[in-house]
């Protein structure tokens, strides 16, 4: 079964819209957006399991310039 989670990220100053599109070329990344608020991007990620899951995050998104430090809330219904 699919594991999907939100993930906000916090990122270098003025590099968010640059973060979002980036991100979004990932696969397993569904949508990625640059946003106001305590978070600078949001991304909404899926993966076969939770392992997979967590390779995308750490390996591949939290990996791209810009990125300083990723929260993930994993979706439970």
């Known amino acids: 079964?699919?594991?999907?989670a939100f993930v906000f990220l916090e990122c270098v100053a003025g590099r968010s819209?640059?973060?979002?599109k980036?991100?979004?070329?990932?696969?397993?990344?569904k949508l990625s957006h640059a946003v106001t608020g305590p978070h600078d991007v949001i991304?909404?990620?899926e993966g076969p399991d939770i392992?997979?899951?967590g390779?995308?995050?750490i390996?591949?998104?939290?990996?791209?310039?810009?990125?300083?430090?990723?929260?993930?809330n994993v979706v439970v219904e």
Do not use: E, H
């Open 1 to 4: 079964m699919a594991v999907s």
């Open 17 to 20: 819209k640059d973060v979002a």
């Open 22 to 29: 980036l991100i979004s070329g990932i696969p397993g990344v």
């Open 43 to 45: 991304a909404f990620v």
């Open 51 to 53: 392992n997979a899951l």
């Open 55 to 57: 390779i995308t995050i």
């Open 59 to 72: 390996s591949r998104i939290q990996a791209v310039s810009g990125v300083l430090r990723t929260t993930t």
